[in-house]
């Protein structure tokens, strides 16, 4: 991995860290995904702000920046891509283009959800020939163990783009 790519995955770490110490109410109340995903978004950013990457922000289901244009609807395979949460610059430089982070899909792993369709979405968002750039994808599963009483977010798989320098 590159440096970019540690400093991400720490900055990720962190916010899993505090949510799971903080909202384990959410999963163990089954709370939809919405609501967990966007909980933990706050965490997030929390965790972005006291970065290196205080640039960036965090945005839930955002659905905008593709080829080029900010107010096009990224596409894949004919159908359009609503990532659950992702942190990026907002908005399209003509030198750069879009300056996308990471990505994350989120998922109830007790819900005994087919995450193989979210996966692949990431391993194509963090492809660099595929033109979406994310530096990272990770797909985060919310685990409920009622019989230890333990209810947190992990990191089901993570994505890097190998072109990242």
């Known amino acids: ?17 505090s949510f799971n110490q903080n909202e384990q109410y959410l999963i163990s109340r089954d709370l939809s995904e919405r609501c967990i995903c966007a909980k933990f978004a706050s965490y ?9 990457f205080c640039e960036y922000v965090v945005d839930v289901e955002y659905n ?3 080829r080029g244009n900010e107010h096009a609807a990224k596409v894949l395979n004919g159908h359009n891509i609503v990532v659950d949460l992702i942190v990026h610059k907002r908005g399209y430089d003509e030198q750069r283009g879009f300056d996308n982070l990471f990505c994350i899909e989120m998922k109830k792993a007790y819900k005994r959800c087919d995450l193989s369709s979210d996966k692949e979405r990431l391993r ?18 919310a685990t409920a163990d009622k019989i230890h009483d ?3 977010l992990v990191v089901e798989s993570a994505f890097y783009n190998h072109s990242e320098n």
């Not at 963090?126 to 990272?136: I, S, W």
Request: a negative charge; proline letters at 0%; charged letters at 20%.
């Open 124 to 141: 194509i968002l963090t492809d660099n020939f595929c033109g979406f750039g994310y530096k990272a994808g990770f797909m985060i599963t």
């Open 150 to 152: 333990e209810y947190k």
């Open 44 to 52: 997030l950013e929390r965790a972005i702000a006291e970065s290196e």
């Open 1 to 17: 991995m590159t440096e970019t790519q540690n400093s991400v995955t720490a900055c990720l770490n962190s916010a899993l860290q």
């Open 64 to 66: 905008r920046g593709s």
